[in-house]
């Protein structure tokens, strides 16, 4: 099994979904780490030594060496590519890594202006979900409960960085307000990405006034 001289580091926010995206990639790799966390409370991403990490000042980032990566999904490709010697994670044959960056796309799209920006609204900003982003939210639910009617998992018959990229905010819907209850093919999506080896939960907010964070 592939593995870094030393332990990565990983700048991490103890909330950030997107973070948890690349925790569950360490973790399902094996691959060691050491967690660093960055205070954004304290604007501690907005210093001159955290943006000379990552110029966009944002959470996750990984040290692994003289790679220095930021970007969730970026960190994702990176991990599979230098150590999953199975190839299970990223396919390399053209229909299945199409299939894989297909969902990393709707990440950064669909489920950002859908269940991440509801999120976002709840903890951050204290304020009602807008009706616009919560029908944002459950249209990408609805397409994968039909996606996933005939599939076990999002991009091929075993889990893949499409699973990971999109499980985060999902599985913190209710964070944002968001129920679940409606999509049983969903909800059994998540209880079988939730029993595989080196799963780790995502770490539930636990910010005593929400107002304090208020934009």
Excluded: C
Excluded at 125 to 146: G, M, Q, T, Y
């Amino acid at each position: 099994m592939a593995q870094p001289a030393q332990p990565i580091k990983f700048y991490t926010y103890s909330i950030s979904g997107h973070a948890h995206r690349v925790e569950l990639a360490l973790s399902m790799l094996k691959v060691p780490f050491g967690r660093i966390e960055v205070d954004l409370r304290a604007r501690e991403h907005k210093s001159p030594a955290f943006l000379a990490r990552n110029p966009f000042g944002q959470v996750p980032v990984i040290e692994d060496g003289d790679v220095v990566l930021g970007d969730s999904n970026s960190i994702l490709v990176y991990l599979a590519k230098r150590y999953d010697t199975t190839g299970r994670w990223l396919p390399d044959d053209p229909v299945g890594a199409a299939r894989v960056q297909r969902w990393l796309s709707v990440a950064a799209g669909e489920l950002y202006n859908g269940p991440v920006s509801a999120r976002g609204y709840a903890l951050f900003r204290n304020k009602p979900v807008p009706v616009e982003v919560s029908d944002a939210a459950h249209r990408i639910f609805a397409l994968l409960e039909e996606h996933l009617a005939g599939q076990p998992f999002l991009a091929a018959a075993t889990p893949t960085l499409a699973d990971i990229t999109i499980y985060s905010y999902t599985a913190l819907s209710p964070e944002g307000r968001l129920s679940l209850e409606t999509y049983p093919n969903l909800r059994g999506w998540l209880a079988r990405f939730e029993a595989l080896p080196g799963f780790v939960p995502a770490r539930r907010s636990q910010l005593p006034d929400l107002k304090e964070f208020a934009a």
